[in-house]
């Protein structure tokens, strides 16, 4: 995928943390889309995750895709989110077998965002740390400075 077309998708997965935050739910949003660029599944926070603490969009993304698609069609899948993946969301990622992730912002960014809110208590570990733990070759990329207004937008107000 090309960097124009990176950014796109991670445009489409703020249109997803926008209604998730319409919705009452922390403002994250993932997508997942195959080799040719369909996007196949969106999903965004469900309830506020002090009711489901594995509720982030990207480990919910990946329940279902997991249900759906075997771990072969997966491995050319590239998974899009708002914000770079938290540990947890990492962990589903590899197990699921994606092999491609790309992200708005990153968690060390998040991490300034949020502060010491108890409802994100925020990760500063990098998902290409998590996935250098493995033994997948796991292509990750991100941030994207020409979508951090866009991805930080949503959140305004909603960490106070």
């Known amino acids: 995928m090309s960097k124009k077309n990176d950014i796109n998708y991670i445009v489409k ?4 943390s926008q209604r998730a935050r319409n ?3 922390t403002p994250f949003g993932a997508i997942l889309v195959d080799s040719e660029g369909n996007v196949l599944l969106e999903q965004e926070n469900i309830e506020i995750t002090d009711s489901i603490c594995t509720g982030h969009a990207e480990t919910m ?3 279902c895709a997991s249900h759906k ?3 072969d069609f997966l491995w050319n899948c590239t998974l ?5 993946p938290c540990a947890m969301c990492a962990g589903a990622i590899y197990w699921g077998n994606v092999g491609r992730v790309v992200y708005g912002i990153s968690e060390k960014r998040l991490l300034e965002l949020t502060g010491d809110n108890a409802q994100n208590p925020t990760f500063d570990l990098p ?3 998590v996935f250098t733990r493995g033994q997948k070759n796991i292509e990750v990329v991100g941030p994207f400075q020409e979508v951090e207004e866009l991805i930080l937008k949503v959140h305004q ?3 106070n």
């Open 13 to 16: 997965c703020v249109e997803v």
């Open 69 to 71: 698609y075997t771990k």
């Open 127 to 129: 998902c290409k740390e």
């Open 157 to 159: 107000g909603f960490w």
């Open 23 to 25: 919705n009452g739910n």
């Open 61 to 63: 993304l990946m329940a």
């Open 80 to 84: 899009y989110s708002t914000a770079e």
